[in-house]
């Protein structure tokens, strides 16, 4: 840090030790989160649930292109909690990364931990959350990104704009859902609800009062920063009698889109611009689950109000919208094969186009065997999932130190380039795939190579969508489909003009997703998908980028703290 840096960071300290806010100048920020139990009413009952300085959503972090924020999280809860801050580079500094075991362990109850977050090419909305379990269904929030000081939208500048958070509501304990699944073998609790900024609306049953409302004027346009937040389910997304426009996603712009509806996946963000030019009047806002599976589902709908400011007789019920139906894969598809990043001057795309390494990795729902039908998931059987039919197995100690200081048997460096034997992965795959393997296996990538990566989904188990996150990296969505990837004919498809560059994209149920990066991040990143019950049955793994020849492409050093590891 330099010595302007460590003057702000000082003087954040001290204002915020006397309870003021600080928003320091020089591109500095300072944030203080206390991991706390709060109270919350939500469908007839109230309950204690984990939350950020008892809010939920959480505070927003509010920034520009290139700042740095600095964020101490005090662990006033139970257990121990660790914080992602999704889709932000972090270049060189894996540290301050969060997902637990992964890149540090968990803080623990009554302890603090100093995190840095490095802006740099990233621009829109994004968001963090917890990434300890299942506790990032009550502690996540947006982070907004302003253009750079003295630069603008490339569209032009909304009236005002607000901040949409689809979430899911559990009226359990969202920790005791998870611990007991993992011990039964079974599948865990649905959601009871989705919610809009914490509030399930008055489509559920005692919510009429606490429902989300949007005020707007007639004739103006607003930006709306949609978040999925939602733990497993895809979401439609809509506006009654109102065209979206769609712009940015994951902190990256796009081609303008009107559509409308959207389909966002779970850890994704999109930037919608939306024109009041409705008769003056209520309009429901509305989300529903995208589920093209068989597998269980929240099948509700969460509704918020878009209300007009003026003198009108208010309608006896809002405005309602037809939003696509829950298995609507090809409503999904078209929506999603629209985006385009904008590709221009001042926001290139730099795609890779000659690779130097290619990873084919499969992505299934699996079952582990349990001897005497012992298990509470199918056939007596244990859930699980996998990629490359190995199910991730996550440490006690995080792979991060074990990798920096190169502490034995904490992982292996072993996970597969291709899935161990190839059979008909979105057809009538038989029982012989249906059992997967277990391990701690990271993929190493050398410092700068053009990786290309096809994600092939399977009809191994319940076959489903599976939005893919990277951490450390955004990439390029070169091609999707349905079905098995082809080799010769598929890759002539792709998109190496515009493609979107993002940071979580959904593999297409029974489909492929081709996505493609420079490594040229160093560190160990989390991969994995980010519905919350896959990830916890194992649909991991890590990318292990090693160190450039340089010192400005080497992995920074650790802090002077970190939670220890027990």
């Not at 400011?309 to 090809?330: E, I, M, Q």
């Not at 029974?510 to 919350?532: K, M, S, T, Y």
Request: charged share 15%; net charge negative; hydrophobic share 35%.
């Amino acid at each position: 840090m330099g010595s302007q840096e460590s003057i702000m960071m000082f003087l954040c300290l001290v204002l915020v030790s006397r309870g003021l806010v600080c928003m320091a100048q020089g591109k500095v920020y300072y944030y203080d989160f206390v991991l706390e139990e709060a109270n919350f009413t939500r469908l007839c009952s109230t309950k204690s649930m984990l939350t950020v300085n008892g809010s939920f959503p959480g505070p927003e972090i509010r920034v520009h292109r290139g700042d740095t924020v600095f964020v101490n999280v005090h662990n006033h809860g139970e257990y121990g909690v660790t914080i992602h801050w999704h889709g932000v580079r972090e270049p060189r500094n894996p540290w301050s990364d969060g997902p637990e075991n992964i890149t540090q362990c968990p803080i623990p109850p009554g302890t603090s931990l100093l995190q840095e977050i490095d802006f740099t090419t990233e621009e829109g909305t994004l968001w963090w959350h917890a990434h300890s379990d299942w506790s990032r269904a009550t502690v996540h929030g947006a982070i907004i990104i302003f253009p750079a000081i003295g630069t603008s939208y490339p569209y032009t500048w909304p009236h005002a704009e607000d901040t949409i958070v689809l979430a899911s509501w559990f009226k359990g304990d969202v920790m005791a859902i998870i611990n007991e699944a993992l011990a039964s073998g079974g599948d865990p609790n649905k959601s009871d609800a989705f919610t809009i900024n914490g509030q399930p609306g008055d489509l559920y049953n005692c919510s009429s009062n606490s429902t989300y409302r949007l005020m707007v004027d007639y004739g103006k346009t607003y930006l709306l920063r949609i978040i999925n937040a939602v733990m497993n389910e895809e979401m439609f997304f809509g506006i009654a009698n109102h065209s979206l426009t769609v712009v940015g996603m994951d902190a990256a712009y796009l081609k303008p889109i009107k559509t409308s509806y959207i389909m966002i996946t779970p850890g994704q963000t999109m930037d919608v611009l939306v024109t009041a030019d409705q008769a003056p009047s209520h309009y429901y806002m509305a989300g529903s689950p995208f589920a093209d599976t068989m597998a269980p589902f929240d099948n509700t709908t969460t509704a918020a109000i878009l209300q007009y400011r003026g003198n009108y007789t208010p309608p006896t019920s809002p405005s309602f919208l037809a939003l696509p139906v829950y298995n609507d894969k090809y409503a999904a598809m078209n929506f999603t094969v629209r985006l385009r990043s904008l590709a221009s001057r001042a926001h290139p795309v730099n795609i890779p186009k000659i690779i130097n390494k290619r990873l084919f990795i499969t992505v299934s729902v699996n079952m582990i065997f349990c001897p005497n039908e012992s298990c509470a998931g199918p056939d007596g059987n244990r859930l699980a999932a996998s990629l490359n039919n190995i199910s991730f197995q996550t440490p006690k100690i995080d792979i991060l130190q074990a990798y920096y200081r190169s502490l034995p048997g904490v992982y292996n460096a072993t996970f597969p380039d291709k899935p161990p034997y190839f059979f008909n992965f979105t057809g009538d795959v038989g029982n012989n795939t249906l059992y997967t393997g277990l391990g701690t296996k990271v993929k190493m990538i050398n410092y700068g190579a053009a990786v290309e990566i096809i994600f092939q989904g399977t009809n191994v188990g319940a076959a489903e969508n599976h939005p893919m996150h990277q951490h450390g990296y955004s990439f390029y969505v070169v091609g999707m489909g349905w079905g098995n990837f082809d080799h010769e004919t598929d890759p002539k498809t792709y998109n190496l003009v515009d493609p979107p560059e993002v940071n979580t994209f959904g593999v297409p149920t029974n489909g492929w997703l081709a996505i493609r990066f420079i490594a040229d991040n160093p560190g160990v990143w989390f991969q994995h998908c980010h519905l919350e019950r896959h990830t916890s049955w194992g649909m991991d793994t890590v990318l292990v980028v090693k160190n450039g020849n340089t010192a400005a492409t080497c992995m920074r050093p650790p802090p002077h703290y970190m939670p220890p590891c027990h």
